[in-house]
């Protein structure tokens, strides 16, 4: 078969194209080790190429998802190239069928161990510290998605985000250290750093806090950048647009012990992360609060009424009225 057949194939599947009988072949035809090299390479270039975010739609699939596996091991096999590929594409795409298979892939239809990949995933209004293979400490933030190689074999540590996690990296120069997010590649060796890479934000964020690491977004142009301590890069991939600021790290980092800080924040990243922190549905008026930035620092013990009470005696006009799990702001 050759190459450019493979990734229509491929591309096809992912976009829903295909009937539920060409489907089931194609679920064992990727699991086939012919071509092994060539889906590999179609994977990772739809993993670059796509630009879609998930929606609400996504993330309430992706929950019902989880809560149908939980009561298996949360450990998944599967070749570790190919298989690392297609778990980043399923994870961070907005394609339900790709969930479907997904599911189908690591639970009916399992294949021999070579790999074993751990997904880490921390609900809204919760976060959770991890601790990876290599003795890396791991705290993420609500809302958020690690996948991992439970051991870590191979030439580098990779690792696959869609969320906010701090990283206290631990030091083996011989084996980086690698976490790929939908627009952003970071690499370091022994460093701690900030990674904030929500899939439904325009931004991509990397804070840098101890050591050096090497940040990559993924621009048409290649752009590699390197940042030292109290740095802080902004990717935009809506406006394919970078910025470098300095800044506070450690005040950045204080979100790992319950504090919600926001640094010149646009309005919707602020009503996203109150979102994901207190498991709230907040409805307004995008436009209303569009091209404003905010600063604002609240403490662990504040709850959603008091932020929304200081957010309210902030930004002229704003008034807002909650309904259970749903916040109005008008």
């Not at 057949?5 to 591309?11: A, C, K, P, R, S």
């Not at 570790?80 to 997904?102: D, N, V, W």
Request: hydrophobic share 40%.
């Amino acid at each position: 078969m050759g190459k450019r057949n493979i990734h229509i194939l491929i591309e096809k599947f992912f976009g829903n194209d295909l009937s539920p009988e060409i489907q089931k072949k194609f679920h064992a035809w990727l699991l086939d080790r012919n071509f092994q090299e060539e889906k590999e390479k179609a994977m990772g270039t739809l993993w670059e190429e796509e630009s879609a975010v998930a929606n609400e739609s996504t993330f309430q699939e992706l929950s019902r998802l989880h809560k149908r596996i939980e009561a298996s091991d949360r450990t998944l096999h599967k070749p570790i190239g190919l298989y690392i590929k297609r778990i980043a594409a399923i994870l961070l795409l907005p394609l339900l069928g790709a969930f479907g298979t997904y599911y189908y892939l690591t639970k009916v239809n399992p294949v021999v161990e070579e790999a074993q990949l751990k997904e880490c995933f921390v609900a809204n209004g919760e976060q959770k510290q991890v601790k990876l293979p290599d003795g890396t400490k791991v705290w993420l933030n609500s809302g958020s998605l690690l996948v991992y190689d439970k051991h870590f074999r191979g030439k580098r540590r990779l690792l696959f985000l869609n969320g906010e996690a701090r990283f206290q990296v631990a030091k083996d120069p011989a084996k980086p250290f690698l976490v790929k997010t939908a627009h952003m590649t970071v690499k370091a060796l022994g460093t701690v750093f900030n990674l904030n890479a929500y899939s439904d934000q325009d931004v991509t964020i990397a804070t840098l806090e101890e050591g050096k690491i090497q940040v990559d977004p993924c621009l048409k142009q290649d752009t590699s950048l390197i940042l030292s301590p109290d740095e802080q890069i902004i990717y935009n991939h809506r406006l394919e647009t970078l910025a470098l600021n300095t800044v506070d790290a450690g005040r950045v980092m204080q979100w790992t012990d319950g504090y919600l800080i926001f640094q010149t924040a646009s309005f919707d990243q602020i009503v996203k992360t109150i979102e994901r922190k207190f498991d709230v549905t907040i409805n307004y008026e995008t436009e209303r609060f569009a091209g404003r930035s905010f600063t604002m620092k609240f403490n662990p013990d504040e709850g959603l009424e008091q932020v929304l009470e200081v957010m309210k005696e902030m930004i002229k006009g704003l008034n807002y009225k909650i309904k259970e799990d749903k916040v109005y702001i008008n």
